[in-house]
């Protein structure tokens, strides 16, 4: 009954003095919005990325050059540079560095030395420039194995894409991801249109349909040739990366053990820590780009937090005014029989109740900011029950902590001193 009394008591005092009530809370308004607002855009973009990371598909393993220092290939789009600007200058593709060769590729899609792995492709990269409504404009190119389809899930929209016996032929063919078929072909006529690589003439024969954008890449903008007709046009001998499908998700680690152990009798390593190549699955990418994201979510929340701290000050310097201010209040009350306790809480609820306030505030505020920041950064804020709980935690904590001092100062004030107060 005495915290009810204290409690209404409180909210008269602080709707005595608004604008000071309201600048006192300004502080943890916008310190808790700040703290709300990044650690959900952070949220954001993890997720984001874990779902494009994710479409890759789970039970696919990436085999790049250069040991653990590389994370992503250009089969993966990882610098492909999209459908102008390929990795290449010119017709050339990627050269020098890369390791995987096409024994490499061969080693791998052996059933018995592999019995984890059901399809593997060898990637490499290039670029080409086609006239496209009478302008110069330059196309990414991606030399695959056959298996390429299946395991990035793709689907022919009209035609096909080339088979097995086509890439061991060397058959100038080409398959055209949708969004560089509608450039090239406004009209959707794509089928058995021809374009220079190099010295050859490929003729179109499908055209993917349209897929969501994956990984760190986008198929829609890409034009697809066999790898080993790739390599001849583009003089690159070496995959620029391979991707490799477990038989299913069980199998994923087994699978990467299989592609390690084949690549270093292959490269003749004795030891993983001297591998030439890394093998990357989805959990693996998914956990470093989770704790850089990590990292960079805190950081940006502990920047926020310091507005917190500022409000907190400001919250402390308010109530110090108002004792000042209320001398003659304590002391008639305190003369009538006010314990120095009975104070004390006074001013630590009315402290507590400014900052839950603008907690509560701050976490509308906090949503506001990551809905709007949203429409410019194309990725979802995403505001979870422990952010929003750490907010009011933190804002009470804060009320309460600040708060105690200046409320220890009222309760000592001497009654008789205070009555004489002016």
């Known amino acids: ?48 990325i874990g779902t494009r990371i994710a479409a890759l598909g789970t039970t696919n393993l990436t085999i790049t050059p250069g040991g653990q220092r590389n994370f992503g290939g250009p089969g993966q789009g990882g610098g492909s540079g999209g459908a102008r600007g390929g990795q290449a200058e010119g017709q050339g593709g990627l050269s020098g560095g890369s390791t995987l ?27 080409i420039i086609l006239k496209v409504n009478g302008e110069d404009t330059r196309f990414s190119v991606l030399g695959t194995s056959a298996s390429y389809l299946s395991i990035h899930n793709l689907t022919a929209q009209t ?35 021809t374009f220079v690589i190099g010295n050859d003439t490929y003729k179109v024969i499908g055209v993917l349909a349209k897929a969501d954008e994956s990984g760190f890449g986008n198929q829609n903008l890409q034009i697809f040739i066999s790898n080993l007709s790739a390599m001849s046009a583009f003089g690159n001998n070496n995959f620029n990366t391979m991707t490799a499908q477990a038989i299913d998700e069980s ?88 314990r120095t306790v009975d104070i004390l809480e006074q001013f630590v609820i009315e402290s507590i109740i400014l900052t839950l306030v603008g907690g509560i505030l701050g976490i509308g505020l906090g949503i506001l900011l990551g809905k709007i920041a949203s429409r410019f950064v194309g990725f979802a804020p995403i505001v979870n029950l422990n952010s929003v709980l750490l907010a009011v935690g933190v804002s009470s904590a804060i009320g309460l902590i600040f708060g105690i001092y200046p409320a220890a100062k009222a309760a000592r004030l001497d009654p008789i001193e205070a009555l004489r107060y002016e």
């Open 1 to 48: 009954m005495k915290i009810i009394v204290m409690f209404k008591q409180s909210i008269k005092a602080i709707f005595r003095n608004k604008g000071r009530s309201f600048l006192t809370i300004l502080g943890i308004i916008i310190g808790i919005g700040s703290v709300i607002a990044l650690i959900s855009l952070g949220n954001g973009v993890r997720a984001t």
């Open 101 to 127: 060769t096409l024994n490499d590729l061969n080693s791998l899609q052996d059933k018995v030395k592999n019995p984890n792995l059901k399809a593997v492709s060898g990637d490499l990269s290039g670029s």
């Open 159 to 193: 035609g096909a894409f080339y088979n097995d016996s086509e890439v061991e032929s060397k058959a100038k063919t080409a398959v055209l991801g949708s969004e560089v078929a509608t450039e090239i072909s406004p009209d959707g006529k794509s089928l058995d249109k």
């Open 251 to 338: 199998s994923v680690d087994k699978a990467k053990t299989d592609i390690q152990n084949t690549l270093l009798a292959n490269h003749k390593i004795a030891e993983l820590k001297l591998a030439d190549f890394t093998v990357l699955t989805s959990s693996d990418l998914l956990s470093t780009i989770g704790n850089i994201t990590g990292i960079l979510t805190s950081l940006l929340a502990g920047i926020a937090a310091i507005s917190l701290l500022v409000g907190g000050i400001g919250i402390m310097n308010i109530m110090l005014v108002s004792v000042t201010e209320r001398t003659r209040e304590i002391g008639l009350r305190k003369a009538v029989g006010a």
